[in-house]
């Protein structure tokens, strides 16, 4: 049991830090969109990388280098990029609450779920090397308690980030509200670019 606690409150210390990916899980609670499907998602891909921290940790460990981390931020500006002019594009509607968000496709939504969380280097950081290395000396079973933990705080995590935002979402019912959501996420995206590109030429 304690192997377990110790993962849970060893990821979730990890997931809990504001990034990308949890603004857009808090976004899509608040507009009340495919909440459990990103939820999920996120979940899911955070269960699949810790499993493969724990026991394959050091077989990754050898081929993510700086380079492959140069790649993967590359593709995360431009994806951010990406977000980010949808997103002013979205700002300058008049019809942005009322009908906007009907929408988005599903298929839409996984991608973009899916781009926030593989895209992003810290998620494979956080899981499948701090992870991966903190329990490289555990035995078997204790991996597998620890693994259990951590990706139990990822799902309590997720859904209930998702979950409180959608609760939270009778309290943003106007244009006015989600225009000022949107600016705040236009903001926070922008920063976090720039803070990559500070953390590559660094």
């Given at each position: 049991m304690e192997y377990v606690l110790l993962g849970f409150f060893t990821g979730l210390s990890l997931i809990l830090a504001i990034g990308a990916q949890n603004i857009f899980v808090i976004e899509q609670g608040l507009k009340k969109q495919y909440v459990f499907l990103v939820c999920l998602i996120c979940s899911i891909s955070d269960l699949l990388l810790i499993i493969i921290g724990i026991?394959?940790?050091?077989?990754?460990?050898?081929?993510?280098?700086?380079?492959?981390?140069?790649?993967?931020?590359?593709?995360?500006?431009?994806?951010?990029?990406?977000?980010?002019?949808?997103?002013?594009?979205?700002?300058?509607?008049?019809?942005?609450?009322?009908?906007?968000?009907?929408?988005?496709?599903?298929?839409?939504?996984?991608?973009?779920?899916?781009?926030?969380?593989?895209?992003?280097?810290?998620?494979?950081?956080?899981?499948?090397?701090?992870?991966?290395?903190?329990?490289?000396?555990?035995?078997?079973?204790?991996?597998?308690?620890?693994?259990?933990?951590?990706?139990?705080?990822?799902?309590?995590?997720f859904f209930g980030l998702?979950?409180?935002s959608n609760y939270l979402s009778k309290y943003a019912k106007s244009n006015h509200i989600w225009k000022i959501i949107n600016i705040f996420i236009i903001t926070f995206m922008s920063i976090l670019i720039l803070y990559i590109v500070k953390e590559m030429v660094s």
């Open positions: 026991f394959i940790f050091h077989y990754f460990n050898q081929y993510f280098n700086e380079k492959v981390e140069l790649i993967f931020n590359l593709l995360l500006i431009l994806f951010l990029i990406y977000f980010i002019y949808t997103k002013i594009k979205t700002h300058y509607s008049e019809i942005y609450f009322n009908n906007k968000l009907k929408k988005i496709s599903k298929l839409n939504i996984i991608f973009k779920t899916l781009g926030f969380t593989y895209l992003n280097p810290h998620v494979y950081s956080d899981t499948v090397f701090f992870l991966g290395n903190f329990s490289k000396n555990y035995e078997l079973n204790q991996k597998i308690f620890f693994g259990a933990g951590a990706s139990i705080a990822s799902f309590v995590f998702g979950y409180l």
